[in-house]
């Protein structure tokens, strides 16, 4: 008596089977990606800030050569100080990376900003100890109001990074990033033309927070290590 064979199942994931295995495959992903993410972002922090000190330090390096300090680039492709003569033909602009031999660009790939005092870039009349000061730094106390920033009142120059969104900031490739915030007011301040006034605090992503989200990155030239330093190398009495 003849029997029938006995159909063989076939090996392999059924349709369900794939799809549970996708399934947790990009939950795994998923929670990959939010810590690499972070990662990356606090490595961008770091490589800003440290570029940002390198130029400060630079700075300090240019005054103590010259007795002046540099006008901003010329341009977002030319970073030589833009001046005419014995002044600059701006006060706020772009970091001069050229002329003080420094990176161009902060850990998101973005030029950054740099305001100073005129009358410390005046190299037709040096700055001394009682050159006053023009760049106000200001922060928010714990109840949200605009104080000075560590005790600093006015300082001579200072370097800004335009943070994470980039909000008015200039790509490398010269492209300004437009300002598409709302409510971040602070970032805003330190958008504005004059350079007077700049806002330095915590990042925070809260809109509510007082002056807003904000993820700029201040650093400002203290007049005191500036004046130090000068006064040990002779260039100031």
């Given at each position: 008596m003849n029997r029938k064979p006995v159909p063989r199942r076939h090996a392999g994931f059924t349709l369900v089977e794939i799809a549970i295995v996708l399934l947790i495959v990009g939950l795994m992903i998923g929670g990959l990606i939010a810590p690499l993410s972070s990662?990356?972002?606090?490595?961008?922090?770091?490589?800003?800030?440290?570029?940002?000190?390198?130029?400060?330090e630079a700075l300090v390096?240019?005054?103590?050569?010259?007795?002046?300090l540099p006008c901003p680039a010329i341009s977002p492709t030319n970073g030589l100080e833009d001046r005419a003569g014995n002044v600059c033909n701006k006060r706020y602009g772009y970091?001069?990376?050229?002329?003080?031999g420094v990176s161009k660009l902060d850990g998101w790939n973005r030029l950054m900003?740099?305001?100073?005092?005129?009358?410390?870039a005046d190299a037709g009349n040096l700055f001394t100890l009682k050159t006053p000061r023009d760049v106000t730094?200001?922060?928010?106390?714990n109840?949200?109001?605009l104080m000075a920033a560590s005790g600093i009142n006015d300082v001579p120059a200072a370097i800004i990074s335009f943070g994470r969104?980039?909000?008015?900031?200039?790509?490398?490739?010269?492209?300004?990033?437009?300002?598409?915030?709302?409510?971040?007011?602070?970032?805003?301040?330190?958008l504005q033309s004059t350079g007077t006034a700049l806002i330095y605090r915590d990042a925070n992503e809260d809109t509510r927070a007082p002056g807003g989200t904000f993820d700029d990155t201040v650093i400002w030239l203290?007049?005191?290590?500036?004046?130090?330093?000068?006064?040990a190398a002779q260039r100031l009495p």
């Open positions: 990662q990356l972002e606090q490595r961008r922090s770091a490589d800003t800030r440290r570029v940002m000190d390198e130029a400060r390096g240019f005054a103590l050569q010259t007795g002046y970091l001069p990376w050229a002329t003080l900003g740099y305001t100073v005092t005129p009358a410390f730094i200001a922060t928010r106390s109840n949200g109001q969104n980039g909000y008015g900031a200039t790509s490398d490739q010269g492209t300004i990033i437009a300002d598409a915030g709302t409510g971040n007011i602070d970032e805003k301040t330190n203290s007049p005191y290590i500036l004046y130090n330093r000068m006064v």
